[in-house]
């Protein structure tokens, strides 16, 4: 049986939930088991900290001081141990208590004095905008119209929606633009349209030209798909395919049309569809179907190691590795999948062992640490001739001593996360007892500084979290700086592993989607076809872990469209409502995925992708991954999910290592009642 996976091989991603759970001094949170024990002979009850309440702006250094107090509320010599901002990616915390702000939101501030800890509150306000995108305009037929999309951006190139835009034209009597930017040509001439708001402009030039157009019909006139299907409507006229713009819209509640005429449905029924050009307008219809995809999902089997909390998983041959937030790694033996059959599990110096993977000669494993005992992490080289026993060949810590985060193998190279720096460093290991680091990358626009926490030294601000290399091009989990897009031997920039080159980004404003107190950003990448699938993980910035208690958790994936490599575009997302997206799988237009506490999702991804496409009905099915005996009982967290060989491997953090295969199929039996 060979030892090759089917799918690209892929280091397994990891998860900001495991850094705090394993209390690694890289993690992003600020949160109880972070704390040194409390002195049992202090007399410290309460921390006081000054001032309590502050309002700063991005960039800004604000100096805070904390006092310990007794049960009657007089202060204490005792000195604060250790200060901190969380989430980090927005602050910094010096060992003086002074607070760096790196972006706009919620930051909260804590000092630590005998084991208790006291907070302060920073709102940070959004910075002003550099500039605003606006494309360079088509001509504008006479009698036409046209709402122009602006977008605001901040100096790092975040988009922003809350600015106030406005609109106006160099001569109303050639084009209006009304508070709304909606454009209308009014005769033919050149002029040209500004908008403006915060303090920066655009102003592109616009040609109307006169209207010929007599007439024209839509192309489909009618037709028949699916809900999530994307169907392109244009326009002819007499001498064919019309090339003006048309303005496109749709009657009937469910359903969308884009500017471009790609028409997607989320709910069954029939829509009339309008185009005008210039004063003419023509219709179609379309009737939209139910999707009707849904499947049962069947138990073949189940591991679950009793108090262990799981991370990544690896399938390869008839094995499964599974890392956990702890120091080991379990092997199962899953010839027969009912009955995983445990091996010998490998231990090392780590509070979390994340990423685990095997190269796809089956010969050679790679492990990432965090939290070694001795504050060597980075990265573990496995000797897996012998499957079931696994045994650690070379370590390489030189340049990643602060911990790793993710792996990706990608022939014999490691590209890594580096948790001290927010860096891509790249490890040649050809020479597996002797790897070599031959590139590092990072991005410059973020902030980035060490902090002391009881574990040591840890980073604040910049992060990057995950990474996937396919054909010559890495994608890269870059947190708040969302997807950046290397070169690393494609050819597009000249890059290579060991020299990286940027090709481009595609930023999301973290602050405005899931609002303030919440740690968010860019977490785990995945490149299928023409697409990559980017995951959000969304935790609050400070909150109590309980065995008993549910982890809040949030977080949408992003769909990206790479037709134009140079500008990634958003095209469409998948929300799982009340709960947190992870790791992705795609094999044969089937997205396999850990939402966290929604679960496992399994989503047909086949066909264009726009809009929401969890209300389309494109979910094949969905795995309920708690267990009454987990770690957590009943509540399941799920973290990723792996197609192999007609079965899916699902990994839950609290739950262990499940093995289910899709049913008959689930009929859907009413246009009203959700498929959901």
Known sequence: MSACHPLTPRAGRSSLLALMLASAPTTLFAQKPMEPPKDPNSKVASVEVIPAQVSANVGDKVSFKAVGKDASGNALPDKVEFWFAAPSDLGGASEDGVITIFGPGEVMVGAS????????????????????????????????????????????????????????????????????????????????????????????????????????TIRPATTNVRTGDVIHFSADGKGGKVSVEVSWSVQGRGAEIFSDGAFVAETPGTYRIE?????????????????????????????????????????????????????????????????PQPGETLKVD???????????????????????????????????????????????????????????????????????????????????????????????????????????????????????????????AYWRDGLVILDVGNGVRGGSPERPQFVSRCRFNYNELYGPGW???????????????????????????????????????????????????????????????????????VLYMGYYNGGARILDVSGELRGELYNQGREIGRFWSADPQAFRPNLPFAWGAYPYKGLIYLNDVHGGLWIVKLGKHKPYTSTTDSPH
């Open 113 to 216: 004095i005998a084991g208790t800890t006291g907070y302060a509150h920073v709102t940070v306000g959004r910075p002003h905008i550099a500039s605003i995108d606006l494309a360079q305009q088509t001509p504008l037929l006479v009698g036409a119209s046209r709402l122009l999309v602006a977008t605001p951006r901040n100096k790092n190139g975040d988009p922003r929606s809350d600015i106030t835009l406005t609109w106006s034209s160099s001569d109303p009597a050639v084009a209006t633009v009304d508070a709304a930017g909606l454009l209308r040509g009014v005769k033919p001439c050149k002029v040209r349209i500004k908008v403006t708001g915060d303090g920066a402009s655009a102003e592109p030039d616009l040609a109307v030209t006169p209207n010929t157009v007599t007439g024209f």
């Open 275 to 339: 185009g005008s050009i210039g004063g003419k307008t023509a219709v179609a219809s379309v009737v939209v179907a139910p999707r009707d995809i849904e499947r049962e999902v069947e138990i073949v089997g189940h591991a679950m190691p009793k108090d262990e909390q799981f991370a990544e998983e690896w399938i390869w041959d008839h094995y499964a590795y599974i890392s956990t937030i702890d120091d080991k790694v379990f092997v199962y033996d899953i010839s027969d999948p009912a009955h």
């Open 350 to 476: 780590a509070r979390l062992v994340n990423d685990v993977s095997v190269t796809p000669d089956g010969k050679i494993g790679v492990i990432s640490r965090e939290g070694a005992s001795n504050r060597k992490n980075g990265i573990a080289f496995l000797d897996t001739s012998n499957p079931m026993k696994p045994k650690v060949i070379s370590e390489y810590t030189a340049t990643v001593t602060g911990g790793v985060h993710s792996a990706y193998v990608d022939s014999h190279y490691v590209y890594l996360t580096d948790d001290a720096t927010g860096s891509l460093r790249v490890i040649d290991f050809a020479d597996v007892k002797a790897p070599k680091e031959v590139a590092r990358w990072q991005v410059e626009e973020s902030p980035q500084m060490a902090v002391s926490t009881p574990l040591g030294t840890a980073a604040a601000g910049r992060y990057l979290h995950d990474v996937q290399v396919i054909s010559g091009l890495a994608y890269l």
């Open 519 to 589: 740690i968010a950003g860019a977490h785990a990448v995945y490149r299928y076809k023409n697409y990559v699938f980017v995951g959000d993980e969304v935790f609050p910035s400070i909150f109590k872990l309980d065995i008993r208690d549910r982890i809040p958790v949030r977080g949408i994936t992003h769909v990206v469209d790479l037709t134009d490599l140079a500008h990634p575009r958003e095209v469409a997302t998948y929300s799982v409502p009340e709960a947190g997206s992870h790791n992705i799988w795609v094999l044969d237009d």
